[in-house]
Structure formats: structure tokens, C-alpha cells
């Protein structure tokens, strides 16, 4: 029995939720999202609440019920608040500019790293080694947060690259720590 997929889903009174079947519209003040389910449910709006129910009980379907609870809640939460990510530069030399609507990273590669956003995502340099990404789609907002990340992740022995803002990054002993 899926505890999240029984959970109701508010909605707040600035967004408006259509539902066609299994496509699903999400519209509210930061944009508008879209998502097809898979899977034997039924999305429900009953008063200010929308409610995801299976109708079987398949392994399948199982699986699918708390998924879709959890996409549908995360869809509501970003046309209303949004969602963000920080990225941190850590090192010497390692910096960044806004070029555009994108980013241009010199983090000691032979040559300087340009990145554009994706649709419906904004990326904006604060200083000269933070970088924030926010948007309405959570999975978009990640996808480029990693893409950026991965370009230079964070050394296991000096702790030089970028990492994400909370990420705690633990250092190995380097070989001279062995002899001691």
C-alpha cells in the first residue's frame, strides 16, 4: 500500500489544474507544466485537493501510484514557488560570467566551457563563483544543475571543482598520510 500515493494533493488558490485522462495541464503564477501518466490511475480534483487513486492492483501499478502522487505534487509546488539549485566554485582560478542568458565557466580546462540553459530554466552568476539555476520544472532544474556540475566535479583530494552548495565533499589522505 503506497503511503504518498494516498496522500492528497492542496491546491493553492492561484493555480489552476486541468485534467484530460492521464494528461495533466498545470498552470499558476511562475508558468505552465504539462505531464502525460502512464500506469492504471485516475487523477481526481475534488474541491481545492486533487486526489490520485490505482485501479488495480498490480505490481505495476503499485509503483506507478506514488510516482505520479509525488510528479503531480512536485508540478504544483513549481508553477507556484519554483525550485533552485546552487552551485559553488571552488578553487583558484576557478571562475564564472554571465554571458547572455547562459554562463561562461573558466574552471582550468584548456579552454573556457559555455553553457546555455534549457527551456523554461534561468541561470544567473552571483559574485564570481556561484551560480543559481531556478525554474518551474524540477527534473529540468537538476538535469542542468548535473550537466554543469559534471563539467568539472569536485576533486576527491583537493576539493577543487564545483559542487552543489550543500554537498559536504570529504577529502581522501593524499600518499604522505600513508608513511606517517
Known amino acids: 500500500m503506497s503511503r504518498i500515493g494516498n496522500q492528497s494533493i492542496p491546491i493553492p488558490s492561484d493555480v489552476s489544474v486541468n485534467i484530460e485522462g492521464l494528461k495533466v495541464i498545470v498552470e499558476g503564477p511562475k508558468g505552465s507544466l504539462q505531464h502525460s501518466f502512464v500506469g492504471d490511475i485516475t487523477i481526481q480534483e475534488k474541491g481545492d485537493t486533487l486526489i490520485v487513486t490505482r485501479n ?27 525550485f533552485d539549485k546552487t552551485l559553488d566554485l571552488v578553487g583558484v582560478g576557478y571562475r564564472v560570467q554571465q554571458t547572455g542568458k547562459g554562463i561562461t565557466l573558466d574552471v582550468m580546462l584548456s579552454h573556457s566551457v559555455v553553457v546555455e540553459p534549457q ?10 563563483n556561484k551560480i ?49
Do not use: C, W
Open 56 to 82: 488495480s492492483d498490480d505490481s505495476v501499478d503499485r509503483a506507478f501510484h506514488g510516482l505520479a502522487r509525488s510528479l503531480l505534487a512536485n508540478m504544483v509546488q513549481g508553477v507556484k514557488h519554483g
Open 119 to 128: 527551456d523554461g530554466v534561468k541561470i544567473e552568476v552571483e559574485g564570481n
Open 132 to 180: 543559481k539555476i531556478s525554474g518551474s520544472d524540477k527534473q529540468a532544474v537538476g538535469q542542468m544543475a548535473a550537466s554543469i556540475r559534471k563539467i568539472r566535479p569536485p576533486n576527491v583530494y583537493t576539493g577543487k571543482g564545483i559542487r552543489y552548495s550543500d554537498e559536504n565533499v570529504r577529502l581522501k589522505p593524499g600518499k604522505s598520510a600513508r608513511r606517517a
